[in-house]
């Protein structure tokens, strides 16, 4: 079993529509959790840390739930440009934690 | 800052040869990530580095695959002898402290090197 795992996708939703993915961690003493956002033939990029009590940035709310070791990310009103695949990540507190990436999820949005 | 710096951007080689890729991180970065990146596997960190120190190499697939950061501000990742299994894209990244709790802070990534070999 993958430590992080995610729904491959595609999600090919419509322009303004609510979407919402999950990530699912192995490792119960995963202590720091991230989505970030790659696309095509780019670099990933992080879009927003998630947070115990889980947060919030304007179209784009991640959550955390550690009792059943999954993160969550919603995009609300999702826009043409949302287009991308999302990865998340969890890593510890030591330096000697690994940081581990999802293989992603790929989200199409259509006009 | 010019952000993380790979060369090359591109690599084409023959398999048995050897492949050598690049990294700047990003000045004043403690920690530096070398990741590989395929359809099959995800994105995979092969080791990184803390203050120019190697911490977790277990990543690395092979002993053909060797990494080095002579200094802050450089870092190599070679293969030798490289085989076809190998093309992929290879991302280095540098942060500034390893991502805790929070102090969260994130890594930036270069724009990666597209190997294939053939």
């Known amino acids: 079993r993958k430590e992080v795992e995610q729904d491959p996708g595609p999600f090919n939703v419509p322009e303004g529509a609510t979407v919402a993915f999950n990530c699912t961690y192995s490792?119960?003493?995963?202590?720091?959790f991230f989505w970030y956002r790659q696309d095509c033939r780019k670099e990933p990029k992080l879009l927003m840390s998630?947070?115990?009590s889980g947060n919030e940035d304007g179209r784009f709310t991640a959550q955390l739930n550690r009792a059943s070791q999954y993160i969550s990310l919603l995009i609300r009103d999702s826009k043409l440009s949302d287009s991308a695949t999302y990865l998340c990540?969890?890593?510890?507190?030591?330096?000697?934690?690994?940081?581990?990436f999802g293989s992603g999820t790929r989200l199409s949005i259509r006009p | 800052d010019a952000g993380v710096i790979q060369s090359p951007r591109h690599e084409v080689t023959e398999m048995g040869q050897e492949v050598t890729l690049r990294c700047k991180p990003i000045s004043g970065h403690d920690y530096l990530f070398w990741y590989r990146q395929t359809m099959m596997r995800g994105l995979e960190l092969l080791i990184y580095?803390?203050?120019?120190?190697?911490?977790?190499d277990s990543g690395m697939p092979e002993d053909r695959f060797s990494a080095k950061m002579p200094n802050a501000s450089f870092s190599t990742l070679k293969i030798q002898p490289s085989e076809p299994r190998d093309s992929a894209v290879y991302f280095c990244?540098?942060?500034?402290?390893?991502?805790?709790?929070?102090?969260?802070?994130?890594?930036?990534f270069g724009q990666g090197t597209r190997l294939t070999v053939v």
């Open positions: 990540v969890c890593t510890g507190y030591s330096s000697a934690s690994k940081i581990i």
């Open positions: 580095f803390n203050n120019n120190v190697p911490i977790d």
């Open positions: 490792n119960s003493a995963s202590q720091s």
């Open positions: 998630v947070y115990s």
């Open positions: 990244a540098s942060s500034l402290v390893l991502v805790l709790g929070p102090l969260n802070t994130e890594a930036f």
